[in-house]
């Protein structure tokens, strides 16, 4: 069955800082990953996402992720924060074929200090 | 503007009480989906559907019914809610279905009583 863990619920980090965010999934086939970030009372926004191609994928806002097959990893990075990147952050997995669901992570909230 | 919209945006109910939460997009996508949030617990999908009267379920479906009759509007039908219910719903649509970028309507609060 396809999961999504996200092992750390919360983080703090200093403003200006590298960041971190890791995801690891489950999945038989190559997935299609997502990286979601949602603001306090706002929707989810898209950061980046991984079908094909590069496992280095760049996204909005500075943000990167790396796909690792052999780690079944799809970690977020950003090399320095800003405090406008507080917020909650979700990874997801898409299935392709067969059925297109979405299973998404429980979320890394991430707090940034001045 | 390209967007996606719910109504309503706060709910507060009874049990048992019959509603029906509408989607609508203006983008022509053919995937829309349902999502529940809970702390603690990421969000959840309930249905989704790939194309007018074709609908499928994800992970938490028990309790909701969807429907798609047009193209744009989606749904989300509580024929007896129950307090469990409570959450923070999210319509979704994307051109197709993943790896497409889904778009996030700004979400309904429903609390049952």
């Known amino acids: 069955a396809q999961s999504v863990t996200q092992p750390d619920i919360h983080i703090t980090v200093s403003e200006g800082a590298s960041l971190e965010l890791r995801c690891n999934y489950s999945?038989?086939?190559?997935?299609?990953l997502f990286w979601y970030v949602q603001s306090p009372g706002q929707g989810l926004q898209l950061l980046l996402k991984?079908?094909?191609?590069?496992?280095l994928v760049q996204g909005i806002k500075g943000f990167e992720a790396e796909f690792k097959r052999s780690q079944s990893s799809f970690n977020l990075r950003k090399p320095s924060v800003h405090w406008s990147d507080a917020a909650e952050y979700f990874c997801a997995v898409g299935a392709g074929s067969g059925t297109y669901k979405y299973i998404f992570g429980t979320g890394t909230r991430l707090k940034v200090l001045a | 503007e390209a967007q996606v919209t719910q109504n309503p945006r706060y709910l507060i109910t009874v049990t048992g009480k019959k509603l029906t939460v509408t989607c609508s997009q203006n983008?022509?996508?053919?995937?829309m989906s349902w999502y529940r949030q809970d702390p603690g617990l990421g969000l959840r999908q309930i249905y989704y559907s790939m194309n007018v009267e074709v609908t499928d379920k994800g992970d938490v479906p028990e309790g909701y019914k969807v429907s798609r009759k047009e193209k744009r509007n989606f749904p989300l039908i509580l024929e007896s809610p129950s307090p469990n219910q409570t959450s923070l719903y999210f319509c979704?649509?994307?051109?197709?279905?993943?790896?497409?970028?889904?778009?996030f309507g700004p979400g309904t609060r429903l609390t049952v009583l």
């Open positions: 999945y038989g086939a190559t997935p299609y």
């Open positions: 991984y079908f094909s191609g590069d496992t």
């Open positions: 979704a649509s994307s051109k197709g279905g993943p790896p497409d970028t889904q778009y």
């Open positions: 983008m022509n996508h053919e995937y």
